[in-house]
């Protein structure tokens, strides 16, 4: 957190991008997780092609959330169906690779017909990724209010360029780690791929869940006033 207090400044706007992107892109995610297993069966260059189309559609979502933070974060019927929606996706997902698991097939990226398309397969699941919306919009009004970055197109392209660096940067040190640590290890991860996707969308559909419930307390407080 200091690190990025240092950076909290106009002057440096995509490094305070850069920052802030690179630690949420770290965290253990799904598409983190496709991109070591693109990495493991396809190389080094489909595992680009795939970080490179998460970055992609970021961009366009970065700017779309520049012109309508303010508006956004005050839909509260919107933001609810976003939430309630990234809980569905995860849990469905997740339940999908409990039953795989369950019935013994063994779920890969190679059946995935869009699995050829690495960049394309990417563009489609971060259109998915509805939940990045509020967060964005969530970092720039913080961001306005506190004077930490202005609202000028041209230093928020900077902090938009930092901030595509960051999760680029981040999706590959993540992959490159994983991709280590498994040959190190002599791992195989297609062994063990629906059990380490069951719990991973299960346990993002319940962090969404306590969020949820977190950010909608107020409803309690309402509801005790009728």
């Not at 019927?77 to 698991?101: A, C, H, Q, R, W």
């Amino acid at each position: 957190m200091k690190l990025i207090a240092a950076l909290h400044s106009k002057k440096k706007p995509i490094l305070l991008g850069f920052s802030i992107s690179l630690l949420g892109a770290l965290p253990l995610g799904y598409t983190n997780v496709i991109s070591l297993q693109i990495l493991l069966e396809q190389g080094n260059w489909a595992s680009l092609s795939f970080i490179l189309g998460i970055i992609f559609v970021q961009y366009f979502v970065l700017k779309m959330v520049y012109k309508i933070a303010r508006w956004l974060v005050n839909q509260r019927k919107l933001l609810l169906f976003i939430d309630l929606f990234t809980i569905l996706f995860l849990l469905v997902i997740g339940l999908y690779f409990m039953t795989s698991s369950a019935n013994h097939q063994n779920v890969s990226l190679s059946n995935l017909i869009l699995i050829q398309y690495p960049f394309l397969l990417a563009v489609f699941l971060n259109l998915l990724n509805f939940i990045q919306w509020p967060y964005w919009s969530g970092i720039y009004i913080y961001l306005f209010r506190t004077a930490k970055l202005d609202d000028q197109i041209k230093t928020t392209n900077k902090f938009i360029l930092g901030a595509l660096l960051g999760t680029g940067l981040g999706m590959f040190l993540f992959a490159h780690v994983g991709q280590f640590l498994i040959e190190a290890n002599q791992l195989k991860i297609s062994s063990y791929i629906n059990t380490i996707f069951m719990i991973l969308f299960l346990f993002l559909a319940t962090v969404q869940t306590v969020k949820f419930i977190y950010k909608n307390s107020f409803f309690n407080q309402e509801i005790k006033r009728l």
